[in-house]
């Protein structure tokens, strides 16, 4: 079977804020590296021009919708254009901490149309070989992240993350894997890994 970004794989790890997105990618890329698989990771938004608007302004105070959508496009294009083709070009694993289906469940609850968002990010994204969307209470994650010593920003609000929440998981694509991630972090990790095992042989 022919894999549409070889010789690389793309795994996205998707889920509202406090889920443990950040954590399984880390042990994602220990389990590559353990395995001789060279893999890069990254986040989005990144840390260019335009992600960082969109970070200044969870706390700043949020952009209008039309302005979010506009600047996820921008950074995820050259996101795409800079790092993710061409580490796939290299064949190498590319892990991301969120990807467009963050932009279609948050945007979406602000009032967009997911199904558009898919659309229009897939006319010029990577569609990736896996999505592992790690499953979790709003109010849980929201005390994880007071847990870490964080104060939720303008996109962690709880109605907010229940209506992201409902749209992930509302989407439809044969890429998304659910992962309950209300479990111990040790079983919610094996499961990441056996999903990872299954498209990388």
Request: glycine residues 8%; contains cysteine.
């Amino acid at each position: 079977m022919s894999r549409p970004n070889a010789p690389g794989w793309l795994v996205v790890v998707e889920g509202i804020d406090g889920a443990g997105k950040s954590t399984v990618v880390r042990a994602l890329a220990e389990h590559c590296a353990q395995r001789g698989l060279a893999s890069v990771t990254g986040s989005e938004p990144t840390r260019g021009p335009w992600g960082m608007k969109l970070r200044r302004s969870m706390t700043e105070g949020r952009l209008t919708l039309d302005e979010e959508l506009a600047l996820f496009l921008k950074d995820r294009a050259e996101h795409v254009e800079q790092i993710i083709r061409p580490s796939l070009a290299a064949g190498k694993v590319v892990l991301l901490d969120r990807y467009y289906l963050s932009t279609a469940a948050y945007q979406g609850a602000r009032g967009a149309d997911p199904t558009a968002i898919l659309e229009m990010n897939e006319r010029f994204a990577p569609r990736p070989d896996l999505v592992l969307l790690l499953d979790f209470d709003p109010h849980g994650g929201l005390a994880r992240i007071r847990a870490r010593g964080d104060a939720p920003n303008t996109f962690e609000e709880a109605g907010q993350l229940r209506a992201v929440r409902k749209i992930f998981l509302g989407l439809e694509r044969p890429f998304i894997r659910r992962v309950d991630a209300s479990r111990p972090a040790a079983g919610v990790m094996a499961d990441c890994i056996a999903e990872l095992a299954k498209i990388i042989q």
